[in-house]
C-alpha cells in the first residue's frame, strides 16, 4: 500500500531514536558501576582507609580513563547488538534440532564471536583496574642460567579467557532464553519506576549466572588450559617460569582470591550489558500515540488505521499501534470520536471499518490456526511438521478452512483481506503457511542453517521412505488423544487408511543411525509447540482489547451507528476464537503453567500468552454483554452462537 521509504519512517525517526537514548543512559551508567566494581575488588577490612583513597586515585589515573574508552565502546557495540537482533514475536525452538541449528547459524556464529571479543575487552579493563598480579600478560624474569627474558604471567591470561568465556555463554543463552525478545508490559509506568523495579533483578540475576559461569569456565581451563597458554607463549615468545603452580592444577585453582577476582569481574561483565538491555527494553516498548486522522496528505500513513493495514512494515510499528488502540478505546474519548467519526464528503466509516476489519483479521487467522493445530494433534498424537515449500492443501484443511469462514458469516468485505505481516517475524522471509509456521520449525528463518535445511527437506518421491507407509522405527506415534471415529469426522479429517498399516516387509528394513537420531531430535515439544502457537499473541490480546472496549463505548458514544454494522461479525468471530481456545485448553500440555525463572534476565511471559489471551477473550464478550445487556437479541448470528451468548448473557461461563 505504502512505499518501503514510508514503512521505515517509524524505525528512523522512533526505534532508533530510542536505541540511542538507551545507550546514552547505559554509558552515563557506567562511571557509578565502574567505581563500585573498583572499591569491591580491591577493598581491604584491614586497611579501609587506605583502599578508599587508592580507589579515588585510581579512578583519576591514565589508565583509568583510557579503560573508561574501551567500556563505551562495549556498550555501544552491545546496544548496536541489542537493536540488531531484538524482536517482539520470539523464536521458539519446537524441536532439539530446530535450538541446534539455531545455535549453529553463521548468524549467531559470528554474533558469539563478538561476544568473545568483547569480554576480552571488559576482562583487560578489569585486569587494568585491579592491578597487582592481575595488571601485565608478561613481566621479566630471570632462568636458572641467569638470562633475562619475559615470562607469561598466567593470572592475567586466565583473566582475559574468563571474558572470552563468559562473552560466549552469555551468546549462548541468549538464544536458548530469547533474551533478545522484547515484551510490553500491561502496566503502564514511567521509565524510572520500571528501571528501578527491575534494578534488584538484573544485580541478581548477574550474580548468579557469573557464578554458574565462571564454575564452568574453571572446569575447563582445569582439563583444556593447556592449550590456549601454550598458543600464547609461542605467539608472543613468552616463557613459563618454574617457580609458579600452572593454573591448570588443583593447587592452583584452589585460589580463593583468584576466584574473587574472576566472579566479580564476570558480574560486572554482565552487570553492564544487561542493563543497557534492560534500558533499550524499557525504551523501545514506550507508548506512542499515533494520530487516528490527519489534515495532511503526506502524514496519513502515520495515521493509526493506515499504520494497521500496512502490510510491509517493522512488526514494533504494528505491535505499538494495536498498543496505542488497546490504550485509546479505554482512557481517550476524544481519539473514540475520532475512531467514529464519518468522512467528508462521502459519510463512510474509514477509520473504523480499517480498524475492526485487521482486528478481526487477526483473530481470524489465530482461530484458523488454533483449528488446524488441534486436527494435527489429534489426528497423530503430537503435532507434525508439514513442508512449507510446495504444500499440498488436504481436505481436513479445506473443511477447516470452509467451516470456519461459515461460523463468520455473515462477514463484510472488509475482512477478505488477511495481512500475513502480522505473523511474519521480519519484512523478508520465504513463502510460509500460517496455519503450520508456529508449531514447526521455520526453515526460512535465519536462524535456520543450511545443514538444517538439508537434514530436513523432504523426501523425494523415489525415495524408498516416501509415502505414508513408514516404519516404527523411523516414527514413534503416541496414543491418540482422541477417538478417530468421531472427532475425526468433525473436525474434518478422515481416518488413517488401511493402507497406513506398514506389512512385515517394510517393517523388516531398517533406517540408518543417523536417521533414528535426527528423527528422534525432530519430535516436537507438546510444551513449546503451544508456546510458539500463542508467540504472537500480544497483538491478538490488544485486538480484543480495542474491540471489545470501542464496542462498549459505542452504545453511549457512537451517535452514527457505525459499530452495529459490524456487531454480528464481532460476536461471531470472538465466539468462533473462544470454542477454538477452549479446544485448544482441552490438550494435556496446554493447560499446565511453566515455572517462571528467577536466575536469568530472559524475558519468559510468552511462556504464559496463552492464558492472558483467553482470559482477555472471555473478558472481552463479557464486556460486550454487560454493555448491551438483551439487546443482543437482536444481533443476527447461527443458533450455535447464539446458544453460546446466552451464556455470557446468564453468567454461566
Known sequence: MFSTEQSCWFVRKVICWRAAASIAWAVLLLPPITAVFIILSRFSFLHPIHTISECLSLLTSASAIFSFILLCGVILMVGFLNLEYYTVIPTIACSKIALLGQLLHPRQFVSSVVHCIMGIIVAWCCAITIGGRYETLGYPCIQSDGSPQMCLNEYQLILLLAGAFVGFSHSLLGVIHNMNYVSFHTVQQYKYLRFKGSLPLVVKCSAIQALYSIRNYIVVYFFLGYIPRAWICKTLNLHLTSSAHPLDSIAGLLDLSLFYHLWISATFLLFTWYITLLLFRIFVTEVYSFPVQSSFTEDAHQCLPK??????????????????????????????????????????????????????????????????????????????????????????????????????????????????????????????????????????????????????????????????????????????????????????????????????????????????????????????????????????IWALEGLSYLVQASFSEDHFGVVQTALPSILSCMLVLQEAVDRHFKLPHASSKPVRSTSSIGDSTYKTLRFALRATLKTAIYRITTTFGDHLNAVQMSAEHRKRLQQFLEYKE
Open 307 to 540: 499504520v494497521l493495514l500496512t502490510d510491509k512494515q517493522p512488526m514494533i510499528l504494528k505491535f505499538l499501534a494495536l498498543q496505542d488502540l488497546a490504550l485509546l478505546s479505554q482512557h481517550s474519548p476524544s481519539r473514540r470520536c475520532e475512531v467514529f467519526s464519518l468522512s467528508q464528503p462521502g459519510g463512510h466509516p474509514h477509520n473504523w471499518n480499517a480498524i475492526s476489519g485487521e482486528c478481526l483479521s487477526l483473530l481470524a487467522d489465530l482461530t484458523q490456526r488454533l483449528v488446524a493445530y488441534h486436527d494435527t494433534v489429534a489426528t497423530n498424537g503430537r503435532a507434525k511438521s508439514l513442508s512449507t515449500g510446495s504444500e499440498r492443501k488436504t481436505s481436513s484443511e479445506t473443511s477447516v478452512t470452509s467451516g470456519t469462514e461459515d461460523l463468520m458469516s455473515p462477514r463484510p468485505t472488509l475482512l477478505m483481506k488477511t495481512p500475513a505481516s502480522v505473523f511474519a517475524r521480519s519484512i523478508v522471509g520465504g513463502p510460509q503457511s500460517p496455519l503450520t509456521a508456529p508449531f514447526t520449525p521455520d526453515l526460512d528463518s535465519p536462524f535456520a542453517s543450511p545443514a538444517l535445511r538439508r537434514l530436513t527437506a523432504p523426501v523425494e518421491q523415489c525415495s524408498p521412505w516416501h509415502g505414508t507407509v513408514q516404519s516404527p522405527h523411523i516414527m514413534r506415534r503416541a496414543p491418540k488423544l482422541w477417538s478417530t471415529s468421531t472427532d475425526s469426522q468433525v473436525n474434518g479429517s478422515f481416518p488413517p487408511s488401511p493402507a497406513s498399516v506398514p506389512s512385515p516387509k517394510q517393517e523388516a528394513s531398517k533406517p540408518s543411525l543417523l536417521a533414528q537420531f535426527l528423527q528422534n531430535r525432530k519430535e516436537q515439544l507438546p510444551e513449546a509447540s503451544s508456546q510458539a502457537l500463542f508467540a504472537d499473541s500480544q497483538a491478538h
